[in-house]
């Protein structure tokens, strides 16, 4: 089956620290990968995606590639700042079917 | 439009008793999903809606559990018998199918706590 395996939480950061969550991927076909941020008392937003390998996703000074030889699609930021404190999900669908499978969960908190 | 509008967004009720949830999509989206989300883990998807047909149901989606989308505008969800265990966030989201665009835009959820 489909499944997505996210880097275990809380991670806590101090403003301007480089930011690394982990995401890889288990899927039959190819699937498009993305990855969703929830703010304290949000709904789930989209901040980033890509549909084929290689593709790099970029949002907000965030960004992810699709690296299918190693199933893995890592959200980096360079200089993390307050407001980026949430909660990151890495999902992804299969094409024709756009129901999404999503990781845990990291919650990201960014300290002044 | 100003999004995906579920209602309500918290809801306490007792074990034993039922409860429908409503799900207004954004208004041209012809797909709608809704989704569990328990603390500490990801959203699990329950069933989805492509205009008024139901497409998919998932395996925790027990006989206790209905949707319905009746004119493929809003949708309801509805829990019989809730158990302890229904305790969630459900989460209702919509999106336009097309050959390109696979965004789906969710709502803020509705909160479901059994006691």
């Known amino acids: 089956g489909n499944s997505v395996t996210q880097m275990e939480g809380p991670v806590t950061l101090s403003e301007e620290a480089f930011l690394t969550i982990n995401c890889t991927y288990t899927?039959?076909?190819?699937?498009?990968l993305f990855w969703y941020v929830q703010y304290p008392g949000e709904g789930l937003q989209l901040l980033l995606k890509?549909?084929?390998?290689?593709d790099k996703g970029s949002n907000k000074g965030f960004e992810a590639t699709y690296r299918k030889e190693t199933t893995s699609f890592h959200l980096e930021k360079g200089s993390v700042q307050v407001s980026d404190s949430a909660v990151y999900f890495c999902?992804?669908?299969?094409?024709?079917?756009?129901?999404?499978?999503f990781g845990t969960g990291t919650r990201l908190t960014i300290i002044p | 439009d100003t999004g995906v509008s579920q209602n309500p967004r918290h809801k306490i009720t007792k074990r034993g008793q039922n409860v429908t949830f409503r799900c207004d999509p954004i208004s041209e989206h012809n797909r709608l999903y809704w989704y569990r989300q328990t603390l500490g883990q990801g959203p699990e998807f329950l069933t989805y809606?492509?205009?008024?047909?139901?497409?998919?149901k998932s395996r925790l989606l027990s006989d206790r559990f209905s949707a319905e989308r009746p004119k493929g505008s809003f949708s309801t969800l509805e829990i019989q018998r809730t158990e302890q265990g229904d305790s969630a966030m459900y989460l209702c989201?919509?999106?336009?199918?097309?050959?390109?665009?696979?965004?789906?835009?969710f709502g803020q959820g509705t909160r479901l706590t059994v006691v």
């Open positions: 899927a039959t076909g190819y699937p498009s």
């Open positions: 890509a549909t084929k390998a290689d």
């Open positions: 809606f492509q205009n008024e047909a139901q497409l998919e």
């Open positions: 999902a992804l669908t299969l094409f024709g079917n756009e129901k999404l499978t």
């Open positions: 989201a919509s999106s336009y199918q097309s050959v390109l665009n696979t965004e789906a835009f």
